[in-house]
């Protein structure tokens, strides 16, 4: 099945690194891999969590990997998009190669800048052009308690308020890059909400009218570690000074799951980072954002 959807499998490149896509074997590998940065790689441990192997998905997801003999030294998801990890940035190009033989298309690439720009920069060789890119993205990390107090009105959403949260997600959607997230289709991003919500990784203030206040997801989640995502004021709420309540209300809830809370953030959002400062976050890493 794998020399099927992806018919570069195991190929080698002119520095002698063998490019190839993982599969069960290398799980291990691959966890030992993304364990060395366990918040820059929540995304792939929570994966791995889930699913228990490194092989492909049913859905046609699979992670590439770049070897030198049997040892993997960095690797990348390729799925809906392109997420390295601890890809170091001169293998970025056999690794964007080998995505793009596989004639898959990519929703966008993030993660670390320097491999994330220096995979784009193969990409855009390819013939593959950016809507944007975002190129400096704090990664940020909370470990322990907000340093001021948490507003007590955020909690996990329920099903029963899909039809308000659903909503609230498409405008923070749109908001951030700058298309719906329905273009191609309700029920997608409506099953991702829905899925969100069924694990407990959606955080909400709803109001006494019905109306959304605040909402944020938790977009990874392992043992160790959440990643939030989604952060969403009403704007009829802006400018109240409420965020940062609320965004202690995040750390609170996702302490629940793991000690440490991060997020990542667009450099040029001062008042956001300006928040997370006060709520305690520290920047330990930065990011890069492509968007196609």
Same mark, same amino acid.
Request: proline share 4%.
């Given at each position: 099945?794998?020399?099927? @959807?992806?018919?570069?499998?195991?190929?080698?490149?002119?520095?002698?690194? +063998?490019?190839? @896509?993982?599969?069960?074997?290398?799980?291990?590998?691959?966890?030992?891999? $993304?364990?060395?940065?366990?918040?820059?790689?929540?995304?792939?441990?929570?994966?791995?969590?889930?699913? +228990? &192997?490194?092989?492909?998905?049913?859905?046609?997801?699979?992670?590439?990997?770049?070897?030198?003999? /049997?040892?993997?030294?960095?690797?990348?998801?390729?799925?809906?998009?392109?997420?390295? @990890?601890?890809?170091?940035?001169?293998?970025?190009?056999?690794?964007?190669?080998?995505?793009?033989?596989?004639?898959?298309?990519? $929703?966008?690439?993030?993660?670390? $800048?320097? %491999?994330?720009?220096?995979?784009?920069?193969?990409?855009?060789? #390819?013939?593959?052009?950016?809507?944007?890119?975002?190129?400096? =993205?704090?990664?940020?990390?909370?470990?322990?308690?907000?340093?001021? /107090?948490?507003?007590?009105?955020? %909690?996990?959403?329920?099903?029963?308020?899909?039809?308000?949260?659903?909503?609230?997600?498409?405008?923070?959607?749109?908001?951030?890059?700058?298309?719906?997230?329905?273009?191609?289709?309700?029920?997608?991003?409506?099953?991702?909400?829905?899925?969100?919500?069924?694990?407990?990784?959606?955080?909400?203030?709803?109001?006494?009218?019905?109306?959304?206040?605040?909402?944020?997801?938790?977009?990874?989640?392992?043992?160790?570690? &959440? =990643?939030?995502?989604?952060?969403?004021?009403?704007?009829?709420?802006?400018?109240?000074?409420?965020?940062?309540?609320?965004?202690? $209300?995040?750390?609170?809830?996702?302490?629940?799951?793991?000690?440490?809370?991060? #997020?990542?953030?667009?450099?040029?959002?001062?008042?956001?980072?300006?928040?997370?400062?006060?709520?305690?976050?520290? =920047?330990?890493?930065?990011?890069?954002? @492509?968007?196609?």
């Amino acid at each position: 099945m794998l020399s099927r @959807v992806a018919p570069w499998l195991a190929s080698r490149n002119e520095t002698g690194l +063998g490019v190839r @896509v993982l599969g069960g074997a290398d799980t291990l590998a691959l966890r030992a891999l $993304a364990g060395e940065d366990p918040v820059s790689n929540v995304f792939i441990l929570a994966h791995l969590d889930s699913v +228990g &192997t490194a092989a492909p998905t049913s859905g046609g997801a699979s992670v590439i990997g770049v070897f030198d003999d /049997e040892t993997l030294l960095g690797a990348c998801w390729a799925g809906a998009n392109l997420v390295p @990890v601890q890809l170091d940035p001169e293998f970025a190009g056999h690794v964007a190669a080998a995505a793009h033989q596989s004639g898959r298309r990519y $929703a966008s690439i993030f993660g670390p $800048a320097d %491999t994330v720009l220096a995979l784009y920069s193969r990409f855009e060789q #390819l013939g593959h052009f950016a809507h944007e890119v975002r190129s400096r =993205q704090p990664l940020l990390s909370l470990s322990g308690k907000p340093s001021i /107090e948490a507003n007590p009105r955020l %909690t996990f959403g329920t099903m029963a308020d899909f039809d308000r949260i659903l909503p609230a997600c498409a405008a923070m959607f749109e908001e951030e890059v700058g298309y719906s997230p329905f273009l191609g289709g309700h029920d997608f991003y409506s099953r991702r909400v829905a899925g969100l919500i069924r694990q407990g990784h959606s955080l909400v203030h709803i109001d006494e009218a019905g109306t959304v206040v605040f909402k944020a997801e938790l977009g990874a989640v392992t043992a160790d570690v &959440t =990643q939030v995502q989604g952060v969403w004021m009403n704007p009829e709420m802006r400018g109240l000074h409420q965020s940062a309540g609320y965004m202690a $209300a995040v750390v609170n809830l996702s302490r629940t799951y793991a000690p440490v809370t991060s #997020l990542y953030v667009n450099d040029y959002n001062a008042k956001a980072r300006a928040t997370y400062e006060r709520v305690g976050f520290e =920047q330990v890493g930065t990011f890069a954002t @492509v968007l196609f």
